[in-house]
């Protein structure tokens, strides 16, 4: 592994389904990240950890949850999939400086 | 709350010529960070530029630079000589240095084209 990856690369989902987006990282960064793009608005932030065991809400968290059991992992979970919630995922991480780095994202359809 | 304002949806250059993306945003801080990031159709995030606010020097990499105006709260990105690969879309990115730090907030994205 090397930098960022993220799993699955693309997911088609039907309504009321649970799912787990993967993200793992080899940088030993302490700080990781959640997006989501959305045309025409940009990339919104889900949720983020500064460390290992603690997480915090951004601005789009509602329908979202993530952990954070170690510093490489930080799974974003859909507890019962919208529509809404489609859309391309970033996960992105960064040493504490201001310089973050961002994996190859995953795109989920939610029908 | 800050945000990030991209006003051009698209933009197209010739190959060679020199193009210039506008963004701006609204902030009270004053300690605070800018970014240009690109997006290629790979999807892949890529960091072209970072501004500190702080410094009064305007950030180049290369053939891409920035116009930052703080009073105004902009902050442009030049690409001269433009290339082929520079097609991509481009994101405006803002980061407070403070209790948000670490948190992005970005612009709405302007696509751009290069023509042979």
């Known amino acids: 592994i090397a930098g960022i990856t993220q799993a699955p690369t693309s997911q088609i989902l039907a309504a009321g389904r649970r799912m787990t987006l993967r993200c793992t990282q080899d940088m030993r960064h302490n700080a990781m990240y959640w997006y989501r793009q959305d045309l025409g608005l940009g990339l919104r932030l889900i949720h983020y950890?500064?460390?290992?065991?603690?997480?915090g809400k951004g601005e789009v968290p509602d329908g979202y949850s993530v952990s954070r059991a170690n510093t490489d992992d930080f799974p974003l979970t859909l507890a019962s999939a919208v529509p809404s919630q489609t859309s391309v995922y970033f996960c992105?991480?960064?040493?504490?400086?201001?310089?973050?780095?961002f994996g190859p994202g995953t795109r989920l359809t939610v029908l | 709350a800050q945000t990030v304002t991209q006003s051009q949806p698209e933009m197209s250059v010739q190959e060679a010529e020199t193009v210039t993306l506008s963004c701006t945003y609204d902030t009270s801080e004053n300690n605070y960070y800018l970014f240009w990031y690109k997006q290629p159709p790979s999807r892949q995030m890529i960091l072209v530029i970072r501004?500190?606010?702080?410094?009064?020097q305007n950030a180049t990499e290369n053939r891409f630079s920035v116009n930052f105006q703080k009073a105004a709260k902009s902050f442009s990105l030049k690409i001269s000589d433009s290339q082929l690969g520079d097609t991509a879309m481009y994101f405006c990115a803002f980061m407070s240095g403070g209790t948000s730090y670490g948190k992005l907030t970005f612009g709405q994205g302007t696509i751009l084209t290069v023509h042979p």
């Open positions: 501004q500190e606010a702080y410094k009064q």
């Open positions: 992105a991480s960064s040493t504490g400086t201001s310089i973050q780095f």
């Open positions: 950890s500064n460390t290992a065991g603690t997480t």
